[in-house]
């Protein structure tokens, strides 16, 4: 299975804004549409934005207009640019597949939005 690696999380002030990093191994990266979750403390994990291999986007409700995912096949790596923080972003933050049980699930980054 791939893995990946997030990184870029940190603490941040409600308004403020992260660039999270997730790097793939292995060459499935880019024939696969990718996607970027999240898990808060007591919440099951959601789906928060999703890139196609064509580089159509999804988001979710909660970070439309806010978030904006990309991804460099060439580097293996997608990034998710984070504005306009909210409290409510925090959550530890995971890269993986779409088709999730085609990755591993790695250790994620921790974004806190606190003042």
């Known amino acids: 299975q791939v893995q990946f690696v997030e990184s870029g999380g940190g603490l941040v002030q409600p308004g403020g804004s992260l660039r999270l990093s997730c790097a793939a191994s292995?060459?499935?990266?880019?024939?696969?549409?990718m996607a970027w979750y999240r898990q808060a403390p007591g919440k099951q994990r959601e789906l928060v934005a999703s890139?196609?291999?064509?580089?159509?986007?999804n988001y979710a409700d909660s970070v439309k207009g806010r978030f904006t995912i990309s991804r460099d096949n060439a580097k293996n790596t997608v990034y998710l640019q984070m504005n306009s923080l909210k409290p409510e972003d925090t959550a530890v933050y995971y890269c993986?597949?779409?088709?999730?049980?085609?990755?591993?699930w790695g250790q994620g980054t921790q974004v806190t939005v606190s003042s």
């Open positions: 890139i196609a291999r064509s580089g159509s986007t």
């Open positions: 993986n597949f779409v088709l999730a049980y085609l990755g591993s």
């Open positions: 292995g060459s499935l990266f880019r024939f696969y549409d």
